[in-house]
């Protein structure tokens, strides 16, 4: 069983940066591929980063490619999403997600963990 808490989220206006955290508790973190995803109101949960259990490995949806960084410090048992350029259509509810196969979650149905999501807003 592994718990994960976001934070980090906020109202920024649009260019500005978040840097969201997500904590684990519980099994050993570094077993976990990790994953952000998001969910704008009205629309499905989408893919935004992954990132392998090694952290040697990184994905993106093109979306956020070049602007979104993910990273995960298995010592601290987090990992983090720095946001930067922000645009209004990045507003959404992130949400942390890890996968026991050591991959990074693709789709929501890979994911065996969520946490509880964090809001992020950007204005105009």
């Known amino acids: 069983q592994v718990q994960l808490v976001e934070s980090g989220g906020g109202l920024v206006q649009a260019g500005g940066s978040l840097r969201l955290s997500c904590a684990a508790s519980?099994?050993?973190?570094?077993?976990?591929?990790m994953g952000w995803f998001r969910q704008a109101p009205g629309k499905e949960r989408e893919f935004v980063a992954g990132?392998?259990?090694?952290?040697?490995?990184?994905r993106y949806a093109n979306s956020v490619k070049g602007r979104f960084t993910i990273s995960k410090d298995n010592a601290k048992s987090t990992v983090y999403l720095q946001m930067n350029s922000l645009k209004p259509e990045d507003t959404a509810v992130y949400y942390c997600a890890a996968s026991s196969s050591g991959g990074y979650p693709r789709t929501t149905g890979g994911a065996d963990y969520w946490g509880q999501g964090t809001q992020v807003s950007v204005s105009s």
């Open positions: 519980g099994r050993a973190f570094s077993n976990y591929g």
């Open positions: 990132i392998i259990r090694t952290g040697l490995i990184t």
